[in-house]
């Protein structure tokens, strides 16, 4: 059937309905990553220091991780209809403020606002489509789901690169208008609340507890992203922050066990295969995340690249996630077992990140490509089936809370994975580099071989007495650029072993 019908819900064809919620889930998704490689001109543009300039993306991120966990709650409150129009219009808005922003402080409080209008829009989405389809088609649902938020973040930094580079930083949030506009009269057309959240009675609004969750989740957030620039608990801010996010969490856990209408209702982590379910998302997304995190640092900064062939790099895997998406709903909707397409996607991208783990500074476009398309196609046999089957116990009703928490877990999996990715590869160059200077040393046969070269690229005259300071310069230079080569190396094998040791895990979900 293509049509869904309930009572009291008008009837409407069901790829309607995921194109329109859709759309402004992949704009959302995508403003997580597209503004990364336009910080450089936004910090010139607005005339604004590094550190200043980074609160850009800490204060999306955080105004956005506070709103998921309440979505489903708020949507109860006041009618999923009227909350998912009501934040479409505020990201729509918030991003023409960004775009005309004429200092660092309005842009930072327009993307604070923009995040909090978007943070809806991804818990909706998914539960909208997983009611929308029969539960035997929800692999379908899920691919069409799964090409917002696992492709969205990949085209992201094309996108920017290719709008900062041919217009202006600002255009960036400027192509959101168009498609907010239509996204909200489609949903005003389109989208209809089911009986349940019609029939519903309010509860109580229990201010203390949703004061805990945005302490505890906000904080960790800011921890998570300035951890590595601050040097971790090195800074009394981390450790500030640390404390308050792990008391408030304490707190909060306590509180909503016993709270006769949650916020967010944990009871559904009773359920093993939702629970394991939302385990293997964390932390495969904590891997996706950090290496997708990597790869464009790695090309820009040791490869040469700019920000379009950086880009470019990682848009032939956008193909494949879309292509692989698409096979793989068809296939679970033919009662393929979920659990043996995630064992074989959650391999796919540990041998594909491994795989990265071995580029050299001769790497080629093409070499530099395939591990990439290889990861995105297991990325498509990991997150349709790992959705679909961490769902199946869950009751329509509790989908809106469930699917809040399911993509709580997915941001802070991705911002964990952001910050342990570049903290690693941090610490691995300090090490590798203090492991490589031990051999530029004048007694070994080694060193002096080095030094002819330098001396010879540098077209010194024979009888010209050598200055010391150039060469060595030249030489400390291609040290670092092999430790920050070998960092790479340890990075990328580091996330894809962890994903190898989700593999078994899989077995969890072996349920129909």
Not at 455 to 475: M, N, Q, R, T, W
């Amino acid at each position: 059937m293509d049509t869904i019908i309930e009572q009291g819900t008008p009837s409407v064809n069901k790829w309607i309905i995921a194109l329109t919620v859709i759309l402004p889930t992949f704009i959302e998704v995508m403003d997580t990553s597209v503004v990364n490689v336009s910080l450089p001109h936004i910090q010139g543009g607005l005339n604004a220091g590094l550190d200043e300039s980074t609160w850009v993306l800490t204060s999306y991120l955080v105004s956005n991780a506070v709103i998921i966990p309440i979505t489903g709650f708020l949507s109860n409150i006041l009618g999923r209809k009227r909350y998912l129009i009501g934040s479409i219009i505020l990201f729509t808005f918030a991003s023409m403020l960004c775009g005309s922003a004429p200092t660092l402080g309005i842009l930072i409080l327009a993307r604070i606002l923009q995040g909090i209008g978007g943070g809806a829009l991804q818990p909706i989405s998914q539960a909208i489509l997983l009611e929308s389809f029969p539960k035997k088609e929800h692999g379908m649902a899920m691919a069409i789901f799964g090409m917002g938020v696992v492709l969205a973040p990949t085209i992201g930094p094309v996108v920017g690169g290719w709008i900062t580079d041919n217009l202006s930083w600002r255009w960036v949030f400027y192509i959101n208008l168009p498609i907010g506009i239509l996204s909200v009269f489609m949903t005003i057309l389109f989208i209809f609340d089911p009986p349940y959240i019609k029939q519903r009675k309010n509860g109580k609004v229990n201010y203390f507890s949703l004061m805990l969750l945005f302490l505890w989740v906000g904080c960790l957030q800011i921890v998570l992203d300035k951890g590595q620039r601050e040097d971790w608990f090195e800074s009394n801010f981390i450790i500030t922050l640390s404390i308050i996010s792990f008391i408030s969490f304490l707190i909060y856990i306590v509180r909503e066990l016993y709270a006769d209408d949650p916020i967010l209702d944990i009871s559904v982590f009773k359920d093993k295969v939702f629970l394991a379910g939302n385990f293997i998302l964390f932390t495969g997304f904590m891997s996706f995340f950090g290496s997708i995190v990597l790869l464009p640092l790695f090309l820009q900064n040791l490869m040469n690249y700019t920000a379009m062939w950086a880009g470019l790099v990682l848009g032939p895997s956008g193909l494949a996630t879309m292509i692989v998406m698409f096979m793989v709903g068809r296939l679970l909707n033919r009662g393929a077992p979920p659990y043996l397409l995630l064992m074989l996607g959650l391999s796919l991208i540990s041998f594909a990140v491994i795989s990265m783990g071995k580029f050299t500074l001769n790497a080629g476009f093409w070499q530099l490509c395939w591990p990439r398309v290889i990861q995105a196609c297991g990325m498509g046999m990991f997150f349709v089936p790992l959705t679909a089957a961490t769902y199946v116990n869950i009751p329509k009703e509790k989908i809106g809370n469930a699917s809040s928490i399911f993509n709580l877990l997915r941001n802070l999996g991705g911002s964990f994975g952001t910050a342990i990715a570049t903290t690693h590869l941090a610490r691995s160059e300090q090490f590798n580099q203090t492991m490589l200077v031990k051999n530029v040393v004048p007694y070994r046969e080694e060193f002096w071989t080095l030094w002819h070269k330098v001396v010879g690229f540098l077209h010194y005259p024979i009888s010209f007495p050598i200055p010391d300071s150039k060469p060595l310069a030249l030489i400390y230079m291609e040290v670092r650029r092999q430790a920050g080569m070998l960092a790479f190396n340890d990075s990328f094998i580091f996330l894809g072993t962890i994903t190898m040791f989700l593999v078994p895990l899989a077995l969890i979900l072996r349920k129909k």
